[in-house]
């Protein structure tokens, strides 16, 4: 069974960090781009990032760009979300997803943050102080 689950989450003052994680079982993740995104009460799930299956390519929603840092240990089975410089519009639960390798990098970056097969549950990120 392919499963996902966030941990990390928890309550930070504004300019605090977090560092989230993604840990998968049932299949290994060297084989899966994976994308971090957020949704906040009453709001529309939002991408916050993704990284390329080796690590190599990254993205970032304009929103969290020079803030957050996305990164994946492949021997761990986890893809890790380093949140610095926290907001109170961070506030979110948080999710990872997973999906097969794109093909090419022009193809990972047109679906970076769309198009994944797998979630986690969420993990709950809240900032205030």
């Known amino acids: 069974q392919l499963q996902l689950v966030e941990s990390g989450g928890g309550l930070v003052q504004p300019g605090g960090s977090l560092r989230l994680a993604c840990a998968a079982s049932?299949?290994?993740?060297?084989?899966?781009?994976i994308g971090w995104f957020r949704q906040a009460p009453g709001k529309e799930r939002e991408g916050v990032s993704c990284?390329?299956?080796?690590?190599?390519?990254?993205r970032y929603a304009d929103s969290v760009k020079g803030r957050f840092t996305i990164s994946r240990d492949n021997a761990k089975n986890t893809v890790y979300l380093q949140m610095n410089s926290l907001k109170p519009e961070d506030t979110a639960v948080y999710y990872c997803?997973?999906?097969?390798?794109?093909?090419?990098?022009?193809?990972?970056?047109?679906?970076?943050?769309?198009?994944?097969?797998?979630w986690g549950q969420g993990t709950q990120v809240t900032v205030s102080s």
């Open positions: 049932g299949f290994t993740l060297d084989y899966y781009d």
């Open positions: 990284i390329s299956s080796s690590g190599g390519r990254t």
């Open positions: 997803a997973a999906v097969p390798r794109r093909p090419t990098y022009v193809i990972f970056q047109a679906m970076c943050l769309r198009g994944y097969d797998y």
